[in-house]
Antibody, heavy 117, light 109 residues
Framework: QVQLVQSGAEVKKPGASVKVSCKASGYTFTSYDINWVRQATGQGLEWMGW????????GYAQKFQGRVTMTRNTSITTAYMELINLRSEDTAVYYC??????????WGQGTLVAVSS | EIVMTQSPATLSVSPGDRVTLSCRAS??????LAWYQQKPGQAPRLLIFGVSTRATGIPARFSGSGSGTEFTLTISGLQSEDFAVYYC???????????FGQGTKVEIK
């Protein structure tokens, strides 16, 4: 079955960066986009961007352009999301999700990133 | 950016009720609309995509409908496991990308 397993929780200081991993299994990694979505505590879902694991092409929501980078390592079927220049407002659970045309079929378990001085 | 507006914010219902959740888009989406269910402490789960197609394993009591800018998720015969937050999502055009509604919480009356 499809599984997306994310890396563990992180605590970062303002101005630092974080890199979250998403290990995919149970399907052909290069055949489906990986999207990243975040959710602050008690808040709704916020889409951050997508990456095509085959080509490496990416597309980021305007809000995150310049601060987010999505990459992959196809040899280990793992996608990564790096967010730089962290601020307290970036405290959230970050999810990776396998995408179809745009709908999000399968989700990772989430990674809590806490930003605090 | 396409803005998605869900209503109501909270719905208090009883098991067995028929529930209708609304989602409005700021511009026409054609058929690029999905619904998700999220329970506390869990990742979202895809329920419906393409406005009305149920995802794999989703019970038939969940149905989606609508067109243009107005969309609806209906749960016929609410079960105890259906109490959750529901989000709509548009994936109409890139750029600028996908957006979610703010969610509707379905709670026990």
């Amino acid at each position: 079955q499809v599984q997306l397993v994310q890396s563990g929780a992180e605590v970062k200081k303002p101005g630092a960066s974080v890199k979250v991993s998403c290990k995919a299994s149970g399907y052909t990694f290069t055949s489906y986009d990986i999207n990243w979505v975040r959710q602050a505590t008690g808040q709704g879902l916020e889409w951050m961007g997508w990456m095509n694991p085959n080509s490496g092409n990416t597309g980021y929501a305007q809000k995150f352009q310049g601060r987010v980078t999505m990459t992959r390592n196809t040899s280990i079927t793992t996608a990564y999301m790096e967010l730089i220049n962290l601020r307290s407002e970036d405290t959230a659970v970050y999810y990776c999700a396998r995408g179809g045309i745009g709908e999000l079929w399968d989700w990772g378990q989430g990674t809590l990133v806490a930003v605090s001085s | 950016e396409i803005v998605m507006t869900q209503s109501p914010a909270t719905l208090s219902v009883s098991p067995g009720d028929r529930v209708t959740l609304s989602c409005r888009a700021s511009q026409s989406l054609t058929s690029n609309l999905a619904w998700y269910q999220q329970k506390p402490g869990q990742a979202p789960r895809l329920l419906i995509f393409g406005v009305s197609t149920r995802a794999t394993g989703i019970p038939a009591r969940f149905s989606g409908s609508g067109s243009g800018t107005e969309f609806t998720l209906t749960i016929s015969g609410l079960q105890s496991e259906d109490f959750a937050v529901y989000y709509c999502q548009q994936y109409h055009n890139w750029p600028p990308g996908w957006t979610f509604g703010q969610g509707t919480k379905v709670e026990i009356k």
